[in-house]
Structure formats: C-alpha cells, structure tokens
C-alpha cells in the first residue's frame, strides 16, 4: 500500500510539473489534467484518515438567538469530506489528526474554520453574514438582493410543494402567484396554459418565456423534473423582461436547479405513489333507469299529439292512468305491452334485445378508472472548494382517469463546476429526458353518445361499432381497442459555460447551449376501427418523425463597482442562435392481408403518400444594462436590447427595446419615522418588450400542393397558398409599472403591492383574404390591444415559537384587457340593436372594439318558456321548455346583430390564492393552499340542441326541463334553437373557491435517523384538489366539461 501510495505521490508531481511547463500550449488538456491532478491530490488525505481517523462531535449554533442550526455544512478542509447537522443543529465526522481543520459554512452566516487540536467536542456559534441574510432573487442574466429591486419580480419556494406530486412545473404554480394564471391540466401529462397579466396579443403565443439556469430555454417544461428547481423567479413587469427583448412581452419564468455544494456526498431518494379519480361524479352518466327516464321526457317534450303518459312505462303509469288507456294512446299497439313501450322510446332492436335480457354496458367505469401514478427520485450531490457536482435521476410512470391517458418519462440532470484556477471557472448543465406519449384514450365524448342498453362486441368477437345499433353513437372504447400508437420524444439539453475573473472586476461569461430534440409518432387504425375499417378501408398507418437541432451562444461581460456612496453594476450582453427542423410524415391504407405489421410495414399499403418538411430560422441579440445605486436607497436601472429574427420581412428585420426603472427605499431616509413600518420602498418602472412567436416564415409567400386528374391521369399541382409581406415587424408591448414594497412589525408582515398599464400594438394576425385575390390569409400587423391591472400579495410570520410556527401567505389579482383598434376599417355596422358609426368589429373572432378579448357575445338568456307562457313562446316559434332570451329591439325575432349582447367574460374577474403553512411539535407540518377564481362564465353546450340528445341518445346528467320539473336553468331535451339568429350558446357561472392542496409531512427524530445513518427521514401524505365549492353544472369548473383529477398521494423522502 505505501509503495503504492508513494508512486501516486511521485505521478502527481509529473503531472504538475508538465502542467506548469504547457499550460498555455495545449489549453485543451488544462481541464483533464486539473481533474487528475485534484483527484490524486485527495489521495493522501485517504489514507491519512485511514491511518489516524477519531471522531470530533458537537452542535451548531446561532450566535445571535442560541438556536440551533441544521443543515450546515462541514468539511475537513482540503478534502472532500465532509458532514452535515442534522435536525437539532448536531453533527458527527471522523477526523484525521489534530492538525486537520473543520469549515463550517451555511447560507447566510459567515464561514468560520476550527483547528481541531485535541478536541474531542466542539461546539461552533455561526454570525449571521447581512448581506447574505438578505434574499436574493435571480434576475435577467444574473440575481440581485431583493431590497434592491426595481422591477416586479416574485420568487416561489419549490420546498412549499415537496409533499406533492408534481409531474411538471406548472403544477405547482396554479394561483400560487399573483398575476401569474396557470390553470391546472386534466391529462396524465399535466401542463397547461401560461400567462402573465393577461394576454398581449390576439393571435401570436402568449407564453411566458423560460430561461433555465440563466440561459433561454425552448423545450418543454415537462422535460424539467421539478424535484431538481431549487428556485423559481418570475419576471412580469418590461424593466425586468426587457433584457431578453423579443422573447419577453409575456414576461419571464426563470429556473435555478439544485446544484453541489462542497462537502460529502449527500443522497437523497424520494418515492410517492399516488392515486387519482374525478373531482364530480354528479355529471357522470345517469344509469339504466336514468337512461329510461331520459328517453321518456325527451319524447314528452317533443310536441307530439299523443297524451303525456303515452311514454311511461306500463309498470309505473302515472296515478289516475289505466293500462287500457296506454295501450289506446297508439292505434295498433304492439301485444307484448314491453315491447310496445320501448318501441314508442325509439329503442333500436340491439337496445331491446339488451333490455329484455337484462344486460347493461356502465359506460362510466369502462370509460373512466382510477388514475394510479408512481414517481421515484435521486439524486447525488456534493464536491470540494473546487470541485461541485450534482446529478439526479427520475422516473415518472402516471395514468390519466380516462382508460387510455398514460404518460411516463426518465428525467436526468448534471450540473458539474470546476474552478480551474482563481481566475477561471468552467461548468455543465446537462438534462436529457426520454418521454412516452403513447396515448390512446377512451372518447370522453362518446360515453355520452351511448345508452347502457348496447353490446360491447359482435358475434364474431370483434368490437362493435356502434354498440345499441345506431351510426349516431359510436363505441367510445373503439380506437383504444383498435389503434395501436408509439409516440417518444426525447430531449437533450446542454449548457457548457466557462467564467472569467477579469483586471478591473470584470467578469466574462462564456456558454454554449446545443438542444437536440428527436419526435417519433407512430399510429396503426386496425379495420375493427372506424378510421381503419370504415374512412380507410383495410387498415390506416402513419410514421411522423421529426428532429430539432437548436443551439445558441451567449457572451456575457458583466462589470460591479463600488466607489463610496455609488455602485455600478454593468451588463453586456451578444446572443446568438439557430434553429432547425427536418420532419417527415408517411401514410397507407388498405394493408390487407398484412395489416398484421401495421406501421412497421408502410410499404405493404395501397395508397401511399409522403410529405417532408425542413424549417429553419435564426436569431441575434445585442444587450446593454446599468444598475446603479446611490447611498443604498435611490435604485435605477437602464437597458436596452436590439434583436434580429429571420421570420419577419426584409423591410423589419431587426428591432429595439429600451427600458428604465427606479426604486427608492422611503424608510432609509433620515426624515422617515415609523415604528409600524420598518420598510416602504417605492418602485417605478417602463419598458418595451416584444413578440416573435409566429411562424419561421410568416412574411414569405408559401407553397401548397393538390391533386387534380386532367381527363387522362392525376397530375400534381403547386400554388401560392399564403401571400407574402415583406413588411411585417414586431409586436411590441409597452408597459409602466407602479410598485411598493411594505414591511411592518419588524418585517413580520411583508405587503407589495403593483399597478400596472400595458399597450400592445402592431398585433400580429393571419387575416383572411378574399378568394378573388387567390390566397388563403397573409400575416400582418393591425391595432392596439390594452391591459391593466392590480397586483396585491401579503405574506406573514401569524407565529413563531418554539413548538409552532405558522406562515400565510394571500396573494390578489385583477386584469382588464381592451381591444383599442383592429383592422382600421370604418364604417357603419348592428351591435347590440344599434347602428354605430365607426372602426368595424371582426364578428367572425367575436373581436369588438372597446371590449376585452374574453368577452362573452351571445343571447341574454333569461331562463326558459314556462306553460303559462305558451302563446308567446309560439311567437318565436318556440315552445314551452325552449330557451327564453331577450328580445332587444321587441321585434318578435332573435337576430344575432340586433339582440345578441355582451353577457360576461370567459376569463376570471378576480383571482385570489390563499397558502398556510403550519410547523408544530418541531417534526409535523401541516400546508393548506386554497384558491378562487371569480366572475367569468363558461359555455354548457349539454343543454342546447345536437349535444344534449345525440340524436336522441344522450346521457350526460343535468337536471333539464319537463313538466314536471320547470326550472329556469336547463331547456327541454327536445329544445329547439332554429329561430335563434347566429345559433345561442347558453352560459354558466364557473368561478369557484377550491381546497387545491392538503398535506401532512412528518420528519423522524434526529435521534433515531443517526441511528441509522440517516440525515433525514421524511414520511408525507397529500391530497390535490379536496374539494371545490362552485355552481358550475359541468365535470369542474376550471376544465368544464373534462373531469379533473383529484390526486392522493403518499410517500417518504430519505437523506443521506
């Protein structure tokens, strides 16, 4: 072992010699040959503790307030490793001698270093570090104190929601932040939409922008395991977003990842296992005898000349009612009175044949199970003074509460840093993700279309198509059965950065990020299904294969000086990037008879067909911006970025966005005397930020292609299908931003507070031209579009003591949002029963001038025709149980422009998230997050014509209308909504206040976790989605007619 040990010895000092001797000739091997040299240079320490090892122990403490501290971190310095305190501030490491020394450093105190000598224990008071206390919060291209501000900026804690599982980020982020709107998603994959203070453009993405560890970021966000963010900041206001220019009008979600921090390897392993179902079961199907009584009133309400009893059952005629008299209602009446009876409901023979042998299909529980989902989480993490790494792997298998809703993905992480030498320091961010999307889901929709008197299979053993023998409804189970789908996408993503310490306190940051994305989608429709049996005879196939090869560069210069009562912090900023996509797409039909092979043999089809598509596009960025201080309470902030992108014309290919801010911390000032608030700081901000997100080549003219047979053969024809314009230019919103930052009774309660005013002009648009012209639409810039709002969130410490501890945090939001302008056409037009004179609305998009992009044009409708009001409904050619609107101009006729008005908004008025958190008997620790959406409404197309019969055969559960139940909320099944002008879609209120999130976590003593080894043993249950309080008449109000899941989920979280 020794001669070994003194070889080693002898190879590292080769090793440094020709590393001093070649360093600057060959800078390639600087890197391998400083990993070597470290790796060797720990090897002594090794054997050293191997020789002399002894146990030191003691416990960390505040140097302030006496507490104990967990967590901190200590290492044997000039080694790796390491240990750190567990619950109870208390810790235990072997030492190799007594020269060997201990560093102690955790977050916010200064690091202290402690000789051990011949201590056995020793106990170590860490000194709060001010500036470091201070939260920190990362902004563009870098992070900043929070006290220093000028922007609005608001940072969410991943820790709140580690009982949970979270299959992507916006998971956790539904109304969890104020003007931050993240509805919740329905599907096994999760995700929704994104906004930020409402929407900025009409028909350009309104997506907030997502840089991950300080670099822009294009892939999903299901690629990012949310186990591995340590931080999430969000930009909403232009000073803020302005630094990333045309990628920012919707503002910014920045994520930090976890990354190593020196000391011993610390492993962490998390599993939860979860079960999910719907959070309403009252819109479920109704069942057999609903499904009966659904047939008989529909017919009672049809309008039909024989008596009301004429559809009950025989078995239950109403009270006064004869046998003799039902059988007399029809004049050749079948004997068997069964029989009879369903036939006057319309039973098809295969519903008859079900009925009389007493079989029925629950469409609920063959369309719909319970969603199961496991998750299992490690990660690795530590390193040396020099030397930090951090890796982790994940793997997600989850199911949707619709039979076929499946996702799973494998999510994994390296982030690597190196300080090469005091000047130099190189890095690595990699995450790779493999998803499978194979979904095939069971027709939520055709469960409706489907009474439970129907048959799964034919004779034969094949799946029925139409399970109660009517084309009008179609087995809802029939492609989940039929169609076998591959879908894999695979994610790639890399940051490899280098960092240099420059004379002068420059700083210069150089990154490389490549992004390698690979999308497989295979799809086979046997002839069991419609599409393969019936639109494509003898079988459908499809392969779509699509590759992304994405890089960019970024070249950072960042310059921080203080000089007395001033302080410049300085950014310089060149971006660069390109894009590009080779996709391509197959299909065949008719494989018979090798429809066996499916999509793995596309060329035993007899129709084939391909299709290829190669895009590319390109990008730059030039950015400059000054934060500069003055005596620590007058902030400002200057910058300024030019972005190119190669989608818009020749004439605007580039554009700038300037933007300037200013806060002031009123309570530093020697005039300000409060001894409720400790804190009032004022922010003011403007900026300009812009939009991008169309197509690649949106202001070219494209190509399309048909065929067409010219009397002898088919030939291929190519035409023009877009019109080109070489003069489109950026969408550009400009916004102002009014803030203040409050905190009251020792900041124990911290308010902040935002207004803001934001235009958005230049909108982009495909609008529609005329066929005269030959083109189909051109993109183009039109209008104006306004948004403004108020932003209110108030956090807390309700208690703090030593067995309990409570925080609350509320957060408030309101968005109006105006169309100013749109296409420029005047002239006069009918809105609302008046003639105006003035900008025309574009009626097909529901877009009106001086109205909000979300508001609802429709009937006013004002319940439903009753008996008594027979005569007059007949007027409108309507009858009793028919819906019952307001007739603006009185003149006897429903016509859309005359009497349809501006009912409401299908966005949320008002939104409000309310969060609790709860620590007591030190290891227990309760969270309750509740949140409303308040005043929009959503259309219920269940209770007009076409959807709530199907013909004929509907089972969607609402209490609709019939003489016997005259309710004002529901029309007649038979409902008829040909006079109404345009169409009308009745609208319900779906605001609701909602338990979203409960859970309970219990950490195992310190004391017993030692035992064993263990830093922490974390044990936790949760529920998502408890319950909800809403009249909305649907599955649940915030996905309308498709159930959300509610999700129960337990688990534990080990520490190593």
Same mark, same amino acid.
């Given at each position: ?328 209602? /029809?004049?050749?009446? %079948? ?8 036939? &006057?409901? +319309? !039973? #098809?023979?295969?519903?008859? @044949? ?120 179609? /087995?809802?189970?029939? %492609? ?8 894999? &996408?695979? +994610? !790639? #993503?890399?940051?490899?950065? @280098? ?558």
């Amino acid at each position: 072992m020794k001669q070994n040990y003194i070889s080693l010895l002898r190879q590292s000092d080769r090793l440094t010699q020709v590393r001093e001797r070649r360093e600057w000739q060959n800078p390639a091997k600087v890197l391998v040959l400083s990993f070597l040299i470290m790796f060797l240079n720990c090897v002594p320490g090794h054997f050293a503790h191997a020789r002399q090892a002894r146990q030191v122990s003691g416990q960390v403490f505040d140097n302030a307030t006496n507490e104990s501290l967990p967590g901190v971190n200590i290492l044997i310095k000039g080694t790796s490793m390491g240990t750190v305190t567990d619950i109870d501030g208390s810790y235990s490491i072997s030492v190799p001698g007594e020269e060997a020394v201990l560093i102690y450093s955790f977050v916010g105190y200064l690091t202290q270093e402690v000789r051990v000598g011949n201590q056995n224990t020793i106990n170590v008071n860490l000194v709060a570090d001010q500036a470091q206390l201070e939260e920190v919060v990362v902004v563009g291209y870098g992070t900043v104190k929070k006290s220093d501000l000028t922007g609005s900026v608001v940072r969410v804690d991943p820790e709140s929601f580690k009982n949970q599982s979270n299959v992507q980020l916006t998971d956790m982020l539904a109304g969890t932040v104020a003007g931050f709107n993240a509805n919740q998603g329905t599907s096994a994959a999760g995700g929704s939409s994104l906004e930020v203070r409402g929407p900025t453009s009409l028909s350009a993405g309104t997506e907030p922008l997502v840089v991950l560890d300080g670099v822009i970021f294009n892939g999903s966000l299901r690629d990012i395991n949310p186990n591995d963010i340590e931080s999430v900041d969000i930009l909403k206001d232009a000073s803020s977003a302005a630094v990333f220019g045309a990628r920012a009008a919707s503002g910014v979600i920045l994520v930090t990842t976890t990354r190593g921090k020196a000391g011993a390897p610390t492993i962490n392993f998390t599993t939860k296992l979860g079960v999910a179902g719907p959070t309403n079961d009252d819109f479920a199907v109704r069942g057999p005898q609903g499904y009966l009584d659904f047939r008989r009133d529909y017919f009672r309400t049809l309008g039909q000349a024989q008596p009301d009893y004429h559809w009950f059952n025989p078995q239950a005629l109403p009270e006064g009612v004869t046998l003799e008299q039902w059988r007399a209602s /029809n004049n050749n009446p %079948n004997p068997d009175d069964t029989r009879e009876w369903l036939a &006057r409901l +319309n !039973f #098809f023979p295969d519903e008859v @044949a079900a009925y009389l042998a007493g079989e029925t299909i629950d469409w609920r529980n063959k369309v719909m199970q319970p969603g199961l989902r496991q998750e299992y989480d490690l990660s690795i993490g530590g390193g040396t003074e020099k030397i930090k790494y951090y890796w982790s792997l994940g793997y997600l298998d989850n199911e949707g509460i619709i039979v076929g809703d499946k996702f799973s993905t494998i999510r994994s992480r390296i982030n690597f840093d190196f300080e090469v030498t005091d000047w130099m320091k190189v890095g690595l961010n990699s995450q790779f993700s493999s998803r499978d999307e194979s979904v095939v889901q069971a027709n939520l929709t055709g469960m409706y279309q489907t009474g439970p008197y129907a048959q799964m299979y034919e004779e034969d053993g094949s799946v029925k198509w139409f399970p109660h023998g009517y084309i009008g409804g179609q /087995n809802p189970l029939i %492609n989940y059965l039929g169609q076998d789908r591959f879908h894999k &996408r695979n +994610n !790639f #993503f890399n940051t490899l950065f @280098a960092e240099f310490k420059l004379p002068f306190g420059i700083t210069f940051r150089s990154s490389y990020q490549p992004r390698i994305e690979s999308v497989r989608d295979y799809n086979y429709w046997s002839p069991e299904t419609i599409v393969g049996g019936q639109d494509y005879a003898g079988g459908r196939a499809t392969r779509f294969e699509s590759n992304t090869y994405e890089w960019m560069v970024d070249n950072l210069l960042k310059w921080n000086k203080e000089f007395g009562i001033h302080n410049f912090d300085v950014t310089f900023l060149y971006n660069l990037e390109k894009n590009r996509i080779y996709s391509s797409s197959m299909a065949n039909q008719t494989f018979l008879p090798s429809a066996i092979l499916g999509y793995h043999g596309m060329q035993f089809g007899g129709d084939p067909t391909i299709e290829t598509d190669d895009i590319t596009y390109t990008g730059e960025g030039l950015m400059g911006r000054v934060n500069y201080t003055l005596m620590g309470k007058y902030l400002f902030t200057g910058s300024i970025r030019r972005d190119g992108f190669s989608a818009f014309g020749r004439e605007n290919p580039r554009a700038v966005f300037p933007a300037l801010a200013f806060a002031w911390q009123i309570s530093d000032e020697s005039f300000y005397n409060s001894s409720l608030i400790d804190q009032l700081k004022m922010r003011l901000s403007w900026g300009v930020n812009g939009n991008r997100d169309i197509g690649p080549y949106s202001s070219f003219a494209q190509m399309g292609s048909n065929q067409y047979y010219n009397g002898s053969q088919v030939q291929m024809g190519i035409f023009t299908s877009t019109l080109s314009n070489p003069g489109l230019s950026w969408e550009e919103t400009e916004s102002y931003n009014l803030g203040f930052d409050i905190g009251i009774l020792a900041n124990r309660i911290n308010l902040t507070l935002d207004y803001y005013d934001m235009s958005t002009v230049n909108l982009l648009v495909d609008r529609s031209l005329p066929r005269v012209t030959g083109f189909a639409n051109v993109t183009t810039n039109i209008g104006e579009l306004a948004n403004r709002g108020f932003e209110a969130t108030l956090g807390a410490v309700a208690v703090n003591r030593p067995n309990i501890n409570w925080r609350t945090n509320i957060n408030y939001s309101m968005n109006r949002n105006k169309i100013i302008s749109l296409f420029g056409d005047t002239g006069e037009y009918t809105l609302q029963g008046q003639t105006i004179s003035g900008e025309i609305p574009d009626f097909e998009n529901e877009w009106f001038i001086g109205q909000p992009i979300d508001v609802v044009w429709d009937y006013n409708i004002l319940g439903t025709w009753q008996v008594e009001e027979a005569q007059e409904a007949a007027e409108f050619n309507l009858r009793p149980g028919d819906i019952k609107a307001e007739d603006v101009d009185g003149n006897g006729l429903y016509e859309a422009l005359q009497d349809k008005k501006f009912i409401g908004f299908s966005q949320p008025r008002h939104r409000i998230g309310f969060r609790n958190d709860v620590t007591f008997l030190r290891n227990f620790t309760v969270s309750l997050f509740i949140r409303a959406d308040l005043g929009h409404l959503r259309a219920f197309p269940p209770s007009v014509a076409g959807w709530s019969t199907f013909d004929r055969r509907s089972t969607a559960n609402y209490p609709y209308w019939t003489p016997d139940n005259r309710t004002n909320d529901y029309p007649r099944l038979s409902v008829n909504d040909s006079p109404f002008g345009g169409g009308v879609m009745p609208y319900k209120p779906s605001s609701f206040v909602r338990i979203q999130d409960l859970s309970l976590s219990y950490n195992l003593p310190s004391a017993l976790t030692q035992r064993y080894k263990m830093q922490n043993l974390r044990i936790f249950g949760s529920v998502r989605n408890l319950y909800t309080f809403s009249d909305w008449p649907g599955w649940d109000p915030e996905s309308g007619l498709t159930p959300m899941p509610r999700i129960v989920t337990v688990g534990f979280n080990i520490t190593l």
